[in-house]
C-alpha cells in the first residue's frame, strides 16, 4: 500500500470489498508502492472494478429494463411474426388433408367389358357384388376384385370367401364425397402404394430437420432478420411450386424444400421474440408465440374443409407468406446479436427505436459501446460453429439432455397430431406419456372415453412443445444460440419424420405405435428432470455463461459496494 496516498489504499480496500462480495476467494492487492505506480494504484482498482461490474451487470437485461422489456415494441414483434407463425402449422400439418387416402375400391370396368351384357341390366350395387369381394365388415375390399364375374352372389353370398381374387386391374374408383382430390386419388397411392402418403411426410420434415441446421448456423454468423427473409421467400417459391408437380417424385423434392425453408421462420421467430424481451415476460413472450400456432391449426382445419382440391389447399395455406414478406421491412434485427458482433450504430438504431415506442429514455451510446466491447472481447477470435454445442463440458451435457428431450416431444406430439383421420416441460412430456399409455388400456368400444383421454394428451404435448421451445432459447447462450435452436430443431425433425413410420407399425401390432409413443414421452419427461431451472435467470450471453454460471446476480441498484465505490469515486457513469 502506499504511505503518502492514502486516497489509493482507500480505493483498493474498496475494490477488494467489492471482489470478494462476489467470490470470497477473489482479492485485489494494488500495485507496488512506488511513486512511479501512484497512477496505476489509483486507477487499476477502477478497471478491476468496472471490469467485473460490465461482465455481471452491464448484460442486456439491463438495458431491457431501462428500454422496457415488455411494451409496444415487444407485441408490434409478435404481431409482425404472427402472420408467418400461423403458416408453419398449416404446412406442418398439411399432409393429413392432402395426402388423405378416401373410401376406395377396385374399378371393374374390366369385368363388365367381358360381360358386357349381362352387367347392362344390373345395378349398380349388384355389379359390385359379383365384382369385388368384402371385409369382415361388409365393404368391399379395396385392393382386390374377383377373376371372373360372380353372378351366383346374387342369389347366395354365402361363398364368398372362397373365390378366387386379383390384385386391381385397372385402378381405383375413390368416394370424393370428402375431398375431390388428394395425392392418393390423383398418383393412386393406395393398396402397395399406401406407403408413400406417409413417406411425403416424412421427406417434408427431413427437410425441416435440414433446414434447422443451415438456418441455425448462417442466422448466427449473418444475422436473425436477414436469413428470416431469405427463409420467407423460399417457402413461397417451394410452397407454390409444389402445387405444379405432375407426378410423386417431383412433388416429393419439391416437399422437401418447402419444409427446408420452413424451418427458418419455426427458429428464428420464436429467438427474435426471446430476445427482446425481459426476463420476467419471457413465459408471456413464449405463450403468445405459440397461440399463432394453435389459430393457424384451427385455421387449417377450416380452410381445409371449403377447399378439398388439394393444390388449391396448399397454394391458399403458403399464400399469407406474401404479406409476412411486407411486414418484414418492420421486424427489427435482435439487438444482442448486433451488439455481440460489434454492430453498435445498427444495436442502438433499433434500441433507440424500442425506448421512442416503449415511451422511454434513449440509450447513452457510450454504454452500448462498454456492452459491445464487453462481448466483442469475450468472443474475439471465435466464429462459433455447432462444435461449440459439445466442445466444453457443460454445453456437452446440456445439448445431450436437450437433444433427448425434443426428440421425445416432437415424436409423441406428430405421433398424436398426425394419426387423426422447467419442470413444467418434464411434467407436460409425463402426463402426455400417461395419457397414451391409458389409451392402450381402453377398448376400441368406448370411443367416447377414447377421444376424451387422447384429446388431454394432445394438450398436454401442446403445451410441452410451446415449453421446449422457450426453455431451450434460454438455455443456450446468445452466442449459439441459434447454433443450439438448429441442432435441436435438427433433433425433433428426425423424432417428426420418424413418427408417420412409428404409425405404420400398427399393420404389425395395432398398440405397438402407442407403446414406442408413450415410452419415448415418459423417458425424454425423465430425462427433462436434469435439466437446470431458469425462471426468473437472465439469458447466458456467452459459453462461459453457461461453464462458470455465477451464483450471485449483482446489480448496480442492489449493491452496496457499488454504491460506496460510486460516491467516493465521483465516477459519472452516464
Known sequence: MSKSHPEVNDQVSLADKFLKSLNPTLSYKGAEN?????????HAPYAAFYAVISRVSMKFESILEEIDGFGRFQIAILILLCTSRMVLPCHFLLNNFIAAVPPHHCDISTLEKSSEELFRNLTQEQKL?????????????????FAEPQFQLLSNSSSRTDLPTVWCQSGWVYDNSTFISTLATEWNLVCDKKSLTKTTNTIFFVGVMVGALAFGFFCDKYGRKTMLLVSYILSIVFGFSSTFANSY?????????????LTGISIISIVLT???????????????????????????????????????????????????????????????????????????????????????????????????????EENQAKNYTYFHLVKTPRMRWLTFLLGIVWYGVASTYYGISLNITGKCQSGTLLLTGICIGINIFIPRGLWHVRAIVATLGKGLSEASFTTIFLYTAELYPTVIR???????????RLGVSIAPLILLLEDVWTLLPQIILCSLAIISGLVALLLPETLNVKLPETIDDIENPRKKDVSKESSPIFLEIKSQSGVNEE
Open 34 to 42: 512506488s511513486e512511479d505506480d501512484i497512477a496505476a494504484q489509483v
Open 129 to 145: 357384388t359379383v365384382s369385388l369381394p368384402v371385409r369382415e365388415d361388409g365393404e368391399p375390399k379395396s385392393c382386390e376384385m
Open 249 to 261: 417424385i417431383p412433388f416429393a423434392v419439391l416437399r422437401f424444400f418447402t419444409g427446408f425453408s
Open 274 to 376: 426471446i430476445e427482446w424481451a425481459d426476463i420476467s415476460h419471457r413465459s408471456t413472450i413464449g405463450v403468445i408465440g405459440s397461440l399463432a400456432w394453435s389459430v393457424g391449426y384451427m385455421l387449417l382445419a377450416g380452410i381445409a374443409f371449403l377447399l378439398t382440391d388439394w393444390r388449391t389447399l396448399t397454394m391458399t395455406v403458403t399464400a399469407p407468406l406474401g404479406f409476412a414478406v411486407l411486414t418484414w421491412w418492420w421486424i427489427p434485427e435482435s439487438a444482442r446479436w448486433l451488439l455481440a458482433n460489434g454492430k453498435v450504430e445498427r444495436a442502438q438504431f433499433y434500441l433507440d427505436k424500442c425506448a421512442n415506442i416503449n415511451r422511454r429514455q434513449k440509450l447513452s451510446r457510450e454504454k452500448l459501446e462498454t456492452l459491445s466491447n464487453i462481448e466483442v
Open 482 to 492: 441459434q447454433n443450439g435452436l438448429g441442432y435441436t430443431s435438427f433433433m425433433s
